[in-house]
């Protein structure tokens, strides 16, 4: 691993039915998730992609990524821009730092709209086991 180093992106499109079965899963009842309607009623454009859905993408980059070699030790994100269910994202990994040893890395993790513009920032370190 190198600072600067990218790894491979994920591409993802959040459907309704993806949206519904994560509220179940997380046992997450606010309606934004899965009731259109009612996230239109509230000024959304759609349904809201839950921000730990954002984050649990992000993730996947790394651990996908870096593979079962590597733990995850700390991660940190905001999600900086809500998206709805339909938008093409697409999350990112790059390495930022890595230890004398190269046993330990820091990497900065992102979530883009299919307009190019952030959903989560976030960064993340992991540990080789």
Known sequence: M????????????????????YSAVTWNAHRVHYDEAWARHEGH???????HLHAANALRVVTDG??????????????VRPSTAGRTLTATAEVTA????????????????????PCLEGTARAVLR
């Open 2 to 21: 190198e600072a600067g180093q990218k790894l491979p992106d994920l591409v993802l499109v959040p459907s309704a039915l993806q949206l519904f079965r």
């Open 45 to 51: 454009a759609g349904l809201l992609v839950h921000s």
């Open 66 to 79: 870096l593979g079962p070699d590597w733990r995850i030790t700390h991660v940190a994100y905001r999600i």
């Open 98 to 117: 890595v230890s004398d040893d190269g046993r330990e890395i820091d990497l900065r993790l992102a979530e883009l709209d299919d307009g190019g513009m």
